[in-house]
């Protein structure tokens, strides 16, 4: 069975900074892409930033010059380093990944998510 987890939540002061793991398990042959969304109390849930195997990378606005994401497909590990975090960052931040299985079949999976919290 192929899943994400994600994991490096917690509390953190304003301008501080948080690194998210998500690891992947099971029979993967490769993970194609990764995205981390954010979900705050009462909104929506929202992309934060994407990654491919290519290395190519997006990000929200807000992340944006404060958030790197990267990915390392041999570890089957991803990661958010979060950086000069602000309230509004608030969250549970939620792993998906888009995995290429060895049974043939491609698996876009979430993680349970892991809470941010951001306050002084």
């Known amino acids: 069975q192929v899943q994400v987890v994600e994991s490096g939540g917690g509390f953190v002061q304003p301008g501080g900074s948080l690194t998210l793991s998500c690891a992947a398990s099971?029979?993967?042959?490769?993970?194609?892409?990764m995205a981390w969304y954010r979900q705050a109390p009462g909104k929506q849930r929202e992309l934060v930033a994407t990654i491919n195997n290519g290395g190519g990378t997006d990000f929200a606005e807000s992340a944006k010059g404060r958030f790197t994401i990267s990915l390392d497909n041999p570890a089957k590990m991803g990661s958010l380093h979060l950086s000069s975090l602000k309230p509004e960052d608030t969250g549970v931040y939620y792993c998906n990944g888009k995995i290429y299985g060895t049974d043939l079949d491609w698996h876009h999976l979430w993680g349970q998510g892991t809470q941010v919290t951001v306050s002084s």
């Open positions: 099971g029979s993967i042959t490769t993970i194609a892409a």
